[in-house]
C-alpha cells in the first residue's frame, strides 16, 4: 500500500506541475514560433540565419511536444469524456500512423461489434500515438504491430489492487515485434523521465502521460516484454452501455463552402 500511495504522489506531483506550467509555457513557445516564421518570411535565401532560423524551428517543435506530453499526464485535468467506439478509434490512427511508415506493417483483429467507452478522443489518440511512436522506434529494421480488441471482465483482485470499478472491460493488446526491453527497463517504463533515448528522440514522458490517461478514465495499463521479441501493452478500460452519438450532419453552409 505504501509503494502505491507513493506512486499516487509521484503523479499528482507531475499533473500540478504540468497544469501550472506546461500550459503557460506553451502559449510562450507559441509566441517565439509566430516571430521565428516572421523572421524566415523577411529572408532572403542566402542570408546565413537561414540555417539557425530552421535550427530555432526544430527546438520549438520539440519543446512543443515536451509540453503537450506533460499536459498529458495532468492528471485530474481537464476531459472530455465522451461514448466514442474504441475500434474505430484504434482503426482510424493505425491507418493514420501506417499511411507515412511502410516498413512497419499494422494487423488488425478487431472485436466485431462496437466497443463503447466514455473517453476524451485526443487523449486517447494521444495514448495509441505514444506506443506506435515508441513500437516503430523499436524496430528500426521494420517489423509488424499487432492490434486486438475484445471484452473482458477483469478479476476482482486486479481491480482491487489498481482501484478500478469492477464490470466489463474493453481490451486492446498493442504487440510489436521491436528490440524488447530487460527487467529493469520493464518496471520503469511508466516513470515521468526515464528514457533510454537520446535527447533528440526521447523525453520519456511518452508512457507516463499513456498511464496517467488511462488512470484518468478508470482504467488500466500493463506491459509484457521480451528481448529481441518485443512488446506488448495491454489497456483496459470500463466498457460503457451507452451508445454513440452520430456526428451532427454538416450544415448547408459547410457543405457548400467545401465544395
Ligand atoms: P521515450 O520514448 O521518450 O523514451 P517513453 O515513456 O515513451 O519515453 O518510454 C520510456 C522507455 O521505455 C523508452 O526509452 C524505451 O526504453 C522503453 N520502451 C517503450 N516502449 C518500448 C517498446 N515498444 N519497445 C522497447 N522499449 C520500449
Redesign the pocket.
Known sequence: LEEKLREVDKFKAIGTLAGGIAHDFNNLLMGIQGLTSLMAVGMTPDDPHQEHVRAIEEHIRSAANLTR?LLGLARGGKYEAKPIDLNELVFDSALMFGRTRKEITIHQDLHPAPLVVEADRNQLDQVLL??F???W???PDGGAIYLKTSVTELDESVCAAHDIEPGFCVKLSIT?T????DET??Q??????????DKQ??????????YGIIKNHGGLVT?Y?EVGH??T?TIYLPLSDKTVQAEPPLTEEVQQGSG
Request: overall charge positive; aromatic content about 10%.
Open positions: 506530453q505514444n506506443i511512436v515508441n513500437a522506434q523499436a524496430m510489436d521491436g528490440c524488447g526491453m527497463t520493464r520503469q517504463v511508466f516513470d515521468p523521465f526515464f528514457t533510454t533515448k528522440r526521447g523525453t520519456g514522458l511518452g508512457l507516463a502521460s499513456v506491459v516484454s518485443g512488446t501493452f
